[in-house]
């Protein structure tokens, strides 16, 4: 009975617990791009640092997602297209070593994207050179983001294959360069880019449906077993 309740412990918390993370591909039944159900996160936990003068302002815990459209990519080598979209920024502000405010704001960005290598006419297997050259949000009141003109935001999206037909493993990222603007002063750019890698957007209610699946099924076979060995203790039929 020890040995079964630790491990119905063991299985909820390997369900429950996030797991740290990964550079891992992004599985999905489109192409096109950005792909839709993803999101950029920062491994960092600096994603990006603003100083003047005597003001020191971080913006950390970066999450991008909810892009609202995606474009199917160039289909042959050489070939570019700007995609515009609309999508979510979601983090926390620090200034001057203070409480983090958080904020999950509207972001209106482009993406420059050219096929530099794979079979022309094919997504699978093609490499992807990307440019951010617009991201713009209010963080909150008085504090926007944007990005820096003169630093090249680049990255690179490969579409693999290895899997059935229709389904595609994206991997993707960027290393962005910001300016931060306060009170519509001066931008003040960032002290260094900041990595960002596509990872699946998490879903919490499928997750915690899916634990009380599994954990309810083992709690009914362990019932069940402890019932037939009653059974069988009494001798009943």
Same mark, same amino acid.
């Given at each position: 009975?020890?040995? !079964?309740?630790? #491990? ?40 990006? /640092? ?14 991008? #997602? ?18 515009? #979209?609309?999508? !979510? ?40 050179? !990307? ?31 290895? /899997? ?31 990595? &960002? ?7 919490? &209610?499928? /997750? ?23 059974? /069988? ?5």
């Amino acid at each position: 009975m020890a040995n !079964t309740k630790r #491990f119905l412990l063991v299985l909820a918390l390997a369900l429950i617990l996030p797991a740290a993370p990964a550079r891992a591909d992004f599985i999905t039944n489109s192409c096109n791009l950005p792909p839709l159900g993803g999101q950029y996160v920062s491994p960092a936990m600096a994603h990006q /640092l603003y100083m003047m003068g005597g003001l020191t302002v971080e913006v950390i815990n970066i999450r991008h #997602f909810g892009f609202n459209d995606s474009f199917q990519p160039p289909p042959n080598v050489g070939g570019m297209t700007m995609e515009s #979209f609309g999508s !979510t920024l979601e983090g926390d502000v620090i200034m001057n070593g203070g409480t983090a405010a958080h904020f999950a704001v509207p972001a209106l960005v482009t993406v420059k994207l050219t096929k530099v290598s794979g079979t022309d006419g094919m997504a699978i297997g093609s490499t992807y050179a !990307t440019q951010m050259t617009q991201l713009d949000a209010t963080l909150m009141p008085g504090v926007m983001i944007s990005i820096d003109p003169t630093m090249a935001s680049t990255g690179q999206t490969t579409i693999n294959d290895g /899997l059935p037909q229709g389904f595609y493993r994206i991997t993707s990222f960027f290393d962005v360069f910001t300016d931060l603007s306060l009170n519509g002063g001066a931008p003040i750019p960032a002290m260094g880019s900041g990595h &960002v890698e596509l990872q699946p957007v998490a879903e919490p &209610v499928t /997750l915690t449906l899916a634990v009380v699946g599994v954990v309810g099924f083992a709690v009914g076979a362990w019932r069940s077993r402890r019932s037939r060995n009653r059974c /069988l203790t009494s001798r009943c039929s």
